[in-house]
């Protein structure tokens, strides 16, 4: 698509872009439109859907953003991917006999002709950007049967006659590793878990919190492919009687992905986890109203946000949705007046408004040091990834009791702990009770699936009061998981945050300060109103958000 002058004085009036990266752009992308856009995308230029939305219109067609748009597998399968490749389309649901497609030259009658006699249906042609189109490709058309295919193809003698270092090179070991990370981003796995068996490997994907079994490949695979992220990461690959951990930037094409990786010696060999910090998709900053927070929650937690100093936690285990969180406050609270810089290990998601720094240990960038320095930068508010030893926790909060907004992650089991936690690691009461000004703490449960989940009339009421005190006669009603097709028969699809939230007052603080117990400040908590993670968990429950049993489950020892 040629870049015409409409084009750009769209971009000028609804992308809000100057005149003069307008100018310096349409050069530097030699007029070609999608080129323009998508380079305007990544600077931060532009926001996507405009710009979307603006190439969509010059050609009279819909945009689609492919990042935000849920895929029909079974429609999906109806085109290969070679064709796919072939009309720069893919398909993506269907209503009625119709079946909706993107494609980046939705214009093109030929096109939508030759899709429609392929697919033996009436097609509906919408506009997607190149780079959507070629994540969706990346991504969507992974399947277990590539990888069934790669290994049945597989010359398994070469495991005897070839050396370690050379098998790991080899075209079949690379392609399984490298379609076991895209698989695992597409189904949205936070780990991958590779695990040597007597006479098998067997595989597994962390869903929305929980492990299953996802494949099993033949036991011969166990030790090169293992060998294969081990090189990946920058580990020793001939070393496998200690642990090793290594990190991997996975290069998709369309964006890199910070992959952690960790070996363990096992029974059988090396057990391999890996976990994913990352997706394909676009890293659009969350929105604090969009995270399904109580408002007894999201009222004083964006209260405390609003001040101009103090320190602001959130804690909860690994996993459980801190940085979320962080980047969401972040988001809240930016605008051009003001300062952000994050120190973080890693960089989780970009955004081109703040001032974002990866932690490296080894180029002696760790967070003390880059925190001591960060202060001599002029910040108004600052985000450190996550408080991990006393030198941090020290710098973090006299930087909050000197004129800074600090933002921060803790591991513990609930808010109110991370005021015992600051002082078990070092940092004094008489600073701890005037720097923390509100505590954060969140889980996640699953969300139960929309359309196949049925209200719960069979409770176990003994459980039900066990767990939240329930005194009522009266039972309300709750619902509980079913499995249809939409949710691959597990009832529940995505994931829900539970929180709750502990506003630090006068009282707590003199608390702290008199050296008072845990349950001291955890009576007075609950005195003045406390409420804790079952509560908000019991509450979605009732909302349908999520079953009892997930709630129970997940703050079985709060």
Not at 93 to 115: M, N, W
Not at 283 to 292: F, G, M, Q, T
Not at 323 to 345: R, V
Not at 533 to 554: N, P, W, Y
Request: overall charge neutral.
């Amino acid at each position: 698509m040629k870049l015409t002058q409409e084009i750009c004085r769209q971009f000028y009036k609804k992308a809000g872009m100057s005149e003069e990266s307008i100018k310096a752009l349409g050069k530097e992308s030699e007029g070609n439109a999608y080129v323009f856009a998508e380079t305007a995308i990544r600077r931060g230029l532009a926001d996507r859907d405009v710009a979307g939305m603006i190439l969509g219109n010059s050609l009279g067609v819909t945009y689609l953003n492919l990042y935000k748009t849920p895929f029909q597998d079974d429609v999906l399968a109806l085109l290969p991917l070679e064709l796919a490749q072939k009309y720069q389309a893919i398909p993506i649901y269907q209503f009625g006999d119709t079946i909706t497609i993107a494609c980046t030259h939705p214009e093109d009658k030929k096109i939508s002709g030759a899709l429609s006699r392929i697919l033996s249906k009436p097609v509906d042609l919408l506009f997607c950007l190149p780079d959507e189109l070629n994540a969706a490709y990346t991504l969507r058309y992974q399947n277990d049967s590539k990888i069934g295919d790669i290994v049945f193809s597989f010359d398994f003698k070469q495991l005897v006659t070839m050396a370690p270092e050379r098998l790991v090179e080899l075209r079949p070991i690379i392609e399984i590793a490298e379609s076991l990370l895209l698989l695992a981003l597409k189904e949205n796995a936070s780990d991958i878990h590779i695990e040597p068996k007597e006479h098998d490997c067997v595989i597994r994907f962390r869903i929305d919190g929980v492990l299953g079994e996802r494949l099993r490949l033949p036991i011969g695979l166990a030790t090169p492919l293992t060998a294969r992220y081990k090189i990946m990461a920058e580990m020793n690959i001939s070393e496998r009687r200690i642990p090793q951990d290594g990190r991997i930037s996975f290069q998709t094409g369309v964006k890199a992905v910070d992959v952690r990786v960790s070996t363990l010696p096992i029974l059988h060999g090396e057990k391999t986890v890996i976990r994913l910090m990352g997706s394909l998709t676009d890293s659009v900053p969350v929105n604090l109203d969009r995270l399904d927070i109580l408002e007894s929650n999201l009222r004083p937690f964006k209260e405390t946000l609003s001040q101009p100093n103090g320190m602001i936690f959130v804690t909860g285990p690994t996993g459980s949705g801190k940085s979320t969180m962080l980047y969401a406050a972040l988001n809240h609270i930016n605008n051009p007046n003001i300062n952000i810089t994050t120190i973080e290990d890693p960089v989780e998601y970009e955004m081109a408004t703040i001032n974002q720094v990866q932690v490296n240990a080894k180029a002696g960038r760790d967070f003390g040091t880059v925190l001591r320095s960060i202060l001599r930068q002029d910040p108004d508010v600052l985000l450190v990834g996550e408080i991990r030893d006393k030198e941090t926790a020290q710098i973090a909060c006299k930087a909050a009791l000197t004129g800074h907004l600090v933002l921060s992650t803790l591991h513990t089991n609930n808010a109110l702990q991370a005021i015992t936690r600051l002082i078990d690691m070092g940092v004094e009461p008489y600073i701890v009770a005037p720097t923390i000004i509100g505590v954060l703490a969140q889980r996640l449960v699953r969300r139960l699936c929309k359309d196949c989940k049925i209200e719960h009339h069979d409770l176990d009421v003994a459980q039900l009061q066990r767990y939240f005190y329930w005194k009522n006669p009266e039972l309300p009603i709750f619902y509980k998981p079913v499995g249809c097709k939409n949710c691959n028969g597990k009832g529940y699809k995505g994931r829900i945050g539970i929180h709750e939230f502990v506003k630090i007052d006068n009282t707590m603080r003199d608390y702290i300060l008199q050296g008072r117990s845990y349950n001291d400040i955890c009576n007075y908590a609950y005195s003045i109103g406390f409420k804790d993670l079952r509560f908000d968990g019991f509450i979605k429950a009732l909302q349908g958000l999520t079953s009892l049993d997930e709630v129970i489950r997940v703050t079985a020892d709060n």
